[in-house]
Nanobody
Framework: QLQLVESGGAVVQYGDSLRLSCAAS????????IGWFRQAPGKEREGVSS????????YYADSVKGRFTISRDNAKNTVYLDMNDLKPEDTAVYYC??????????????????WGQGTQVTVSS
């Protein structure tokens, strides 16, 4: 079964840092552009960041630019999301997924598949 597995979520304080990991199961992650998404209670899922297969291009939502950094280690079949200066509004379940339909919008969740189960990030003030 093709699936991505997220890990690294935690309860942290305002201004703290956290690293999320996204590991592939059943397929080679290096073959895909990978995106990170998040969904807060009562809100729609939103694109946070994405990284192309060879990491030559990265994309970020305006709300996280300058604070979050996406990277990948294809040898380890893993994509990372380093989150700095965390704010309460970053609280959400974070998901990673693989791009399967090219639409030109690298933060559009409808273009992604092989979703993981998510990892909870809670930022307290």
């Amino acid at each position: 079964q093709l699936q991505l597995v997220e890990s690294g979520g935690a309860v942290v304080q305002y201004g703290d840092s956290l690293r999320l990991s996204c590991a592939a199961s059943g397929f080679t992650l290096a073959s895909y552009t990978i995106g990170w998404f998040r969904q807060a209670p009562g809100k729609e899922r939103e694109g946070v960041s994405s990284i192309t297969r060879s990491a030559t291009e990265t994309y970020y939502a305006d709300s996280v630019k300058g604070r979050f950094t996406i990277s990948r280690d294809n040898a380890k079949n893993t994509v990372y999301l380093d989150m700095n200066d965390l704010k309460p509004e970053d609280t959400a379940v974070y998901y990673c997924a693989a791009l399967t339909v090219f639409t030109g919008d690298y933060l559009y969740s409808g273009a992604y598949d092989f979703w993981g189960q998510g990892t909870q990030v809670t930022v307290s003030s």
